[in-house]
């Protein structure tokens, strides 16, 4: 059973941080593709960071380069993310997902077909 578990979220003031970490088992985690992504209420889900499967590559959403940073464990088959500088606007559900990928020609940011049950991230002014 293919199971990714977020944890990590929470609530912070503006201008602080937060790590969020993605469990995954169940599949083989070196060669999948990860990514982060949130939705806020009443938007689309959108990926805000996406990592390859060695580590190699690595994408970020235009709204949070210089702030986030997405990384890996492959041999511990976690994945997490550091979240700096927090803004109102970065509240949301975040989800942690998984797409087949063992190669490293560029980093996806669709397609995704293994989920997490997601994270609630709320940013207070």
């Known amino acids: 059973q293919v199971q990714l578990v977020e944890s990590g979220g929470g609530l912070v003031q503006v201008g602080g941080s937060l790590r969020l970490s993605c469990a995954v088992s169940?599949?083989?985690?070196?060669?999948?593709?990860m990514g982060w992504f949130c939705q806020a209420p009443g938007k689309e889900r959108e990926c805000v960071a996406a990592?390859?499967?060695?580590?190699?590559?690595?994408y970020y959403a235009d709204s949070v380069k210089g702030r986030f940073t997405i990384s890996r464990d492959n041999a511990a088959n976690t994945m997490s993310l550091q979240m700096n500088s927090l803004k109102p606007e970065d509240t949301a559900v975040y989800y942690c997902?998984?797409?087949?990928?063992?190669?490293?020609?560029?980093?996806?940011?669709?397609?995704?077909?293994?989920w997490g049950q997601g994270v609630q991230v709320t940013v207070s002014s």
């Open positions: 169940g599949l083989t985690f070196s060669v999948h593709a």
């Open positions: 990592i390859s499967w060695s580590g190699g590559l690595r």
């Open positions: 997902a998984a797409k087949w990928r063992p190669f490293d020609s560029s980093v996806p940011t669709s397609g995704y077909d293994r």
